[in-house]
T-cell receptor, first 112, second 115 residues
C-alpha cells in the first residue's frame, strides 16, 4: 500500500533553534514531493516542491531534501520563529495514482 | 494573482438540504481535485478531473457529485448532506495530475457543518 508517514506528530522547540521534520513514503515511484504548511483551520500553503530527479530545494530559511531510493524527505527550518508554528504536511503523487497522498502532518510549536 | 478560490468559506446546513461548494482557478490548469480533511484521517481525495468533461472518483466519493463544464470551475455538490459530511473541504488544481512542474495549488478551504 502506498503510504506517507510523518514522525513526530507534534514537536515543540524554543525560538531560534534549527529543526528537522521528517517524511517517509513506502514507494519510490513518485513524480515529486511537496511540503505544505497549514495554520489551524486554514488552507494549505505550498512551501517547497522537489522533483523526483532533484536532491534538495531551498527557499529562505527552509531547505527540503529528497532521497527517493530510501523513501525519505526532510524539511529543515533554520533559526525558527514563533510565526513558524503550524502543521507541516508532506504530500506525494505516486506513479499510477491520480492524486496527492498526504502524510498526517507534524504540528510544530515554536516557544518564544 | 494565481489562485484557487472556494466559496463559501463557512457553511452550516441541515441534513438533506442540497448544497454546492464552488471552486475556480485562474491558472489554466487542466487537473482539479477535491479533498476533505478530518481529524485523525488526514486529507482524502473525493473526486478529481483530468480535463473538461472528464471526472473520476477518488477515495471517498460517496454522497458527493462533481461537474467540469468549464476548465476553470469544478463545483462540489452534496445532494443530500448528512452529518458525517461535516468536514473541512479543499479544492486543488495543477497543470497535470503528477503536479509537475509547479506542484498543486490549494484553495483556502470550506468548513462545512451539517446538523
Amino acid at each position: 500500500k502506498q503510504e506517507v508517514t510523518q514522525i513526530p506528530a507534534a514537536l515543540s522547540v524554543p525560538e531560534g533553534e534549527n529543526l528537522v521534520l521528517n517524511c517517509s513514503f513506502t514507494d519510490s515511484a513518485i513524480y515529486n514531493l511537496q511540503w505544505f504548511r497549514q495554520d489551524p483551520g486554514k488552507g494549505l500553503t505550498s512551501l517547497l516542491l522537489i522533483q523526483s530527479s532533484q536532491r534538495e530545494q531551498t527557499s529562505g530559511r527552509l531547505n527540503a531534501s529528497l532521497d527517493k531510493s530510501s523513501g525519505r524527505s526532510t524539511l529543515y527550518i533554520a533559526a525558527s520563529q514563533p510565526g513558524d508554528s503550524a502543521t507541516y504536511l508532506c504530500a506525494v503523487p505516486f506513479m499510477g495514482n491520480e492524486k496527492l497522498t498526504f502524510g498526517t502532518g507534524t504540528r510544530l510549536t515554536i516557544i518564544p | 494573482e494565481a489562485q484557487v478560490t472556494q466559496n463559501p468559506r463557512y457553511l452550516i446546513t441541515v441534513t438533506g438540504k442540497k448544497l454546492t461548494v464552488t471552486c475556480s482557478q485562474n491558472m489554466n490548469h487542466e487537473y482539479m481535485s477535491w479533498y476533505r480533511q478530518d481529524p485523525g484521517l488526514g486529507l482524502r481525495q473525493i473526486y478529481y478531473s483530468m480535463n473538461v468533461e472528464v471526472t473520476d472518483k477518488g477515495d471517498v466519493p460517496e454522497g458527493y457529485k462533481v461537474s467540469r463544464k468549464e476548465k476553470r470551475n469544478f463545483p462540489l455538490i452534496l445532494e443530500s448532506p448528512s452529518p458525517n459530511q461535516t468536514s473541512l473541504y479543499f479544492c486543488a488544481s495543477s497543470l497535470g495530475s503528477t503536479g509537475a512542474p509547479y506542484g498543486y495549488t490549494f484553495g483556502s478551504g470550506t468548513r462545512l457543518t451539517v446538523v
